[in-house]
C-alpha cells in the first residue's frame, strides 16, 4: 500500500488486510477505517483480513515510474487476539473464504464491466445500422435479439433498475449477491456461516452461467455482425478494428 510523501517523519499502520479486488477498493492494505458504500452494506476498502502467520515488509519509494527497494524485507508475525474467542484455525478458515469471495467479487466485477462496453457496442452498432440503408434485414434482426439477451444478462448481472426505481421487489443481483457476503464478513472473525457459504456458491454458479453467455456474445456473434457493417461500408463503431 501507498504511504504519506509528506517532508520530515511519517507513521503507517497496516491494516492487517489483503489487497482490494478492484482499483476503486481503495489502498489494498493500509486502508485504516475508510470505507465505501456497496449497495446498502459498508464494505471495508481493502481485502479481507489476511490469516495468522509469518509475513515481510519492505519500503520502496517511486520516483517517476522507477521503483526502488530502500529497506527489508524484514519479518513481522500477524497473531490471534488471545482474548479472543477466534482460534488460529478459525482464523485461516475464514481467510480462505474470504480469499474465494475476493477472487469471486473480482470476477463479478470484470463480468460487469464487460457487460457494460458490450452494451455500449451493440448501442453503436444499431445507430450504424440505421444509418446504412444498404445492410439486410437479418443484421438488423440479429442485432435486435443480441440486443435483448445483452439487456438480459445486464438484469441477471445488476438487478432490474427500472423496476427498482419504483420501489418495486427485485430478484437479488448477482452483484448484490456477492457484495453482501463481503459487507457481512469484512469484519468477522469467525467461521463463515452455511447462509454465506450457500450464497457463494450460488453466485458464483449464476455467475458463470452468465460469463458463458456473454463470451458466447463478444466472441461468436459479434464479429460477423462487424464484419457485415465493414463490407457495407457502415460508419465505424467501438471496438471495431478498421479494415487495412
Known amino acids: 500500500f501507498t504511504g504519506p510523501m509528506r517532508r520530515g517523519f511519517n507513521r503507517v499502520a497496516w491494516d492487517l488486510r489483503g489487497p482490494a479486488d478492484s482499483p476503486r477498493g481503495g489502498r489494498g492494505g493500509g486502508g485504516g477505517d475508510d470505507e465505501e458504500e456497496n449497495e446498502g452494506t459498508a464494505a471495508p ?30 519479518p513481522i508475525n500477524v497473531t490471534v487476539d488471545p482474548a479472543g474467542v ?7 478458515i475464514l481467510a480462505q473464504f474470504l480469499d474465494s469471495v475476493t477472487t469471486l467479487n473480482r470476477r463479478a466485477t470484470g463480468v460487469s464491466q464487460l457487460a457494460s462496453t458490450t452494451d455500449a457496442r451493440l448501442t453503436a452498432i444499431s445507430r450504424a445500422i440505421d444509418a446504412t440503408p444498404t445492410i439486410p434485414v437479418e443484421i438488423h434482426n440479429r442485432v435486435r ?28 443481483s448477482i ?11 469484512g469484519r468477522a472473525l469467525a467461521v463463515p456461516t452455511t447462509t454465506a457459504r450457500e450464497e ?7 455467475l458463470d452461467a ?30 471495431r478494428i478498421p479494415p487495412g
Do not use: C, H, W
Open 145 to 172: 435479439a443480441l440486443q435483448r439477451t445483452m439487456d438480459d444478462i445486464q438484469r441477471k448481472l445488476n438487478g432490474d433498475r427500472a423496476l427498482s426505481s419504483r420501489n418495486e421487489g427485485t430478484p437479488p
Open 175 to 185: 452483484q448484490s449477491r456477492v457484495r453482501g457476503i463481503g459487507g457481512d464478513l
Open 210 to 239: 452468465e460469463l458463458v453467455r456473454l463470451r458466447q456474445l463478444v466472441e461468436r456473434d459479434l464479429p460477423p455482425i462487424e464484419q457485415a457493417l465493414d463490407a457495407a461500408g457502415a460508419p465505424y463503431t467501438p471496438g
Open 200 to 206: 457463494f456458491a450460488l453466485a458464483s454458479r449464476l
Open 86 to 92: 477466534a482460534t488460529p484455525q478459525d482464523r485461516r
Open 45 to 74: 476498502r481493502g481485502g479481507p483480513f489476511v490469516a495468522p502467520g509469518r509475513y515481510a515488509v519492505s519500503i520502496a519509494k517511486r520516483v517517476r515510474g522507477t521503483i526502488t527497494e530502500l529497506a527489508g524485507p524484514m
